[in-house]
C-alpha cells in the first residue's frame, strides 16, 4: 500500500542514501576539478531521489552565486542571510523548511518548490558553500536527509 501512495519511510531512505554514497565516492574519487565533482553530485541525488531541484551555491564575497545544479532555472546570486539559502550559511547550519511559504523571506526561485533543505559546506571553519534541495511537495525533508546529506557534502574536496 505504501508504494500506491508513493511514500518512502526513513528506512526506505536511509537505504537509498546508504546505497548511493559508495556510488558519490566513485564519481569523486581520483577527480580533482571541483565543478564536475559538483555537477556529478548534483546528477546523482536528483536521479536517485527525484527531487526538484538540486543544486550548490558558492560564497564569493558577500553574496551566494549559483553553481552546478539539476532542474529548472534557478536565482544567480542569494545575499548573506536571505532566503533559506542565505540563512544557512549566515547560521552555518543545516535548514530543514517543510513549508517554504512560512520561511520570512523565503526567495522563491519557483513557485513549484513546497519545502527545502540547505546543508553549508565548511572548509576550516568557514561556509563556502551550500548545498539546495527543493521538492514539490510539503515537509518532504527529515533529519534523516540532513544526516545524509551532511556526510555527502564532506566527501567533497573544497580545497
Same mark, same amino acid.
Given at each position: 500500500?505504501?508504494? #500506491?501512495?508513493?511514500? @518512502?519511510?526513513?528506512? *526506505?531512505?536511509? #537505504?537509498q542514501y546508504?546505497?548511493? @554514497?559508495?556510488?558519490?565516492?566513485?564519481?569523486?574519487?581520483g577527480?580533482? #576539478?571541483l565543478?564536475?565533482?559538483?555537477?556529478?553530485?548534483? &546528477?546523482a541525488?536528483k536521479?536517485?531521489?527525484?527531487?526538484?531541484?538540486?543544486?550548490?551555491?558558492?560564497?564569493?564575497?558577500?553574496e =551566494?552565486v549559483? /553553481?552546478?545544479f539539476? $532542474?529548472p532555472?534557478a536565482?544567480?546570486?542569494?545575499?548573506? /542571510?536571505k532566503?533559506?539559502?542565505?540563512?544557512?550559511? &549566515?547560521?552555518a547550519?543545516?535548514? %530543514? %523548511?517543510?513549508?517554504?511559504?512560512?520561511?520570512?523571506g523565503?526567495?522563491?526561485?519557483?513557485?513549484?518548490?513546497r519545502?527545502? @533543505?540547505?546543508?553549508?559546506?565548511?572548509? *576550516? $571553519?568557514h561556509?563556502v &558553500?551550500?548545498l #539546495?534541495?527543493d521538492?514539490? =511537495?510539503?515537509?518532504?525533508? *527529515?533529519?534523516?536527509?540532513?544526516?545524509?546529506?551532511? &556526510? @555527502?557534502v564532506?566527501?567533497?574536496n573544497?580545497?
Amino acid at each position: 500500500m505504501a508504494e #500506491d501512495l508513493n511514500i @518512502i519511510t526513513s528506512t *526506505d531512505k536511509q #537505504d537509498q542514501y546508504r546505497s548511493l @554514497i559508495p556510488q558519490i565516492e566513485g564519481l569523486l574519487s581520483g577527480e580533482p #576539478d571541483l565543478v564536475a565533482n559538483l555537477a556529478n553530485v548534483c &546528477a546523482a541525488l536528483k536521479e536517485q531521489f527525484k527531487w526538484f531541484w538540486v543544486g550548490f551555491y558558492l560564497v564569493k564575497g558577500n553574496e =551566494l552565486v549559483l /553553481g552546478p545544479f539539476q $532542474g529548472p532555472v534557478a536565482c544567480t546570486r542569494i545575499a548573506y /542571510g536571505k532566503g533559506v539559502c542565505g540563512a544557512a550559511w &549566515a547560521q552555518a547550519q543545516t535548514l %530543514v %523548511v517543510p513549508d517554504v511559504e512560512e520561511f520570512p523571506g523565503h526567495i522563491a526561485c519557483s513557485s513549484l518548490s513546497r519545502s527545502e @533543505i540547505v546543508i553549508p559546506v565548511l572548509l *576550516d $571553519g568557514h561556509v563556502v &558553500a551550500v548545498l #539546495d534541495v527543493d521538492s514539490e =511537495l510539503l515537509n518532504h525533508f *527529515d533529519d534523516t536527509d540532513a544526516r545524509f546529506l551532511e &556526510a @555527502i557534502v564532506k566527501l567533497i574536496n573544497f580545497k
